[in-house]
Structures are given as C-alpha cells and as structure tokens.
C-alpha cells in the first residue's frame, strides 16, 4: 500500500462472521453495559485497528445493526477515505449468527487482491488484464506465523528494558474505540423484514 504496488485504491470490502459465537461461562455478553456493545467490539475491532493503520481515519457513511436495546449479533457499514489517488470506499459485515467468507479484499485500478483471516502471512492476487491467473505471495513458509500474544509481551518486555516507545501505543487504541463508539452514535436499524413482518389478522 505504501509503494502504491497495486495500483490507485478504488474500494474494499471486509466480512467476517461466525455461527453460534457466543459460548462464555456467564450472561455477561447479553447486558450492553458490561460488554460496550456486540459483535463490531467483539470481533470488529482486530479489522478496525487495521483499517485504522492501513487507511487511517474514515468518514463513517452508513451503519446499521440489529441491536434492539442489547449487544448487537450482526452489522454492517460503509465508510470513505481519501486516498492518494482519490477517494475510495470500503464496506464491513459482521456477524455471530452467520458463518460467512472470513476475508478482505481490495480493489485497485489494476488488482483484486484477497487476504483471508485464517492466512495473515499470504497474499492472493489477480490482475485485471488476466484475471484466469491467480498469484499467492506468501512471507516465510507454511506454518510460520508469528504468535501474536507472544510478539505483544516480547514487545511490552522490551519497551519495559530498553525504554523505547511500543509499537502500538494508546492513542492507536484510542481511536478504534473512538471509531467502534462513532459507529453506534450514528446507529440505524438493519433491515430485518422478517421481524418487522406482521400478518394481516383474518376478517370474520
């Protein structure tokens, strides 16, 4: 993204959801004021925080999710950025009822390119003038991905030794949760015509 290696960015789209999530030893994910909220703080927030570092800060256009007063179980959004080359848009899908495709992918002028969640060392690439070829960059080899609790405490630890400054630092949490708390405040209802449905009652 930095070297603009895709070409100029025109729209992602993130989705990420799971059957049955909702597994904990007690009732605290069911009262609002104990969780801050469903699924977009739940699970959402590891797609914001790198949302965030990827594309920076984004102009919320639209959010909708199906909290009736509770945390919510499905959402989804719309966001806009201004990018290099012009703006682009991005749009999220969230959800604890749904199992769905668990991936991101990009849009550029020249690719389509695809990171699944399940693979945070490999890239899946297609270029608009062949798009028959699909290209998979990968970093190190098969089964080699860092343990991230590791690398956070080995972070912490050497912060603690050496004096510098973490890699992720507060104000990088400060702004997903400004974000996460954005998204509610423009809270509209998800379409859900299967609850709104009430049947006429018949006559006589």
Not at 83 to 110: M, P, Q, Y
Request: proline share 5%; charged share 25%; hydrophobic share 35%.
């Amino acid at each position: 993204l930095e070297r603009e290696r895709f070409g100029a960015l025109r729209w992602f789209h993130y989705e990420f959801g799971s059957a049955g999530g909702w597994a904990p030893l007690s009732a605290y994910n069911l009262d609002r004021t104990q969780t801050g909220g469903g699924v977009l703080v739940t699970t959402g927030t590891h797609f914001l925080d790198r949302m965030l570092y990827w594309f920076g800060v984004p102009e919320i256009l639209e959010y909708q999710d199906d909290s009736y007063g509770g945390p919510e179980a499905n959402c989804r959004a719309r966001v806009r950025f201004d990018g290099r080359a012009g703006r682009f848009e991005g749009t999220l899908v969230l959800s604890k009822t749904v199992t769905l495709r668990n991936r991101f992918r990009l849009h550029t002028d020249d690719y389509e390119v695809e990171l699944s969640d399940s693979e945070t060392e490999s890239l899946s690439v297609r270029s608009r003038a062949q798009p028959d070829v699909l290209m998979r960059f990968s970093q190190g080899s098969a089964g080699t991905a860092p343990d991230y609790f590791v690398a956070q405490m080995a972070d912490f630890a050497e912060c603690i030794r050496t004096g510098r400054p973490p890699l992720v630092d507060g104000r990088w949490g400060a702004l997903s949760v400004k974000l996460a708390e954005d998204f509610y405040r423009l809270r509209t209802p998800l379409p859900e015509p299967w609850m709104w449905y009430r049947r006429e009652a018949p006559h006589g």
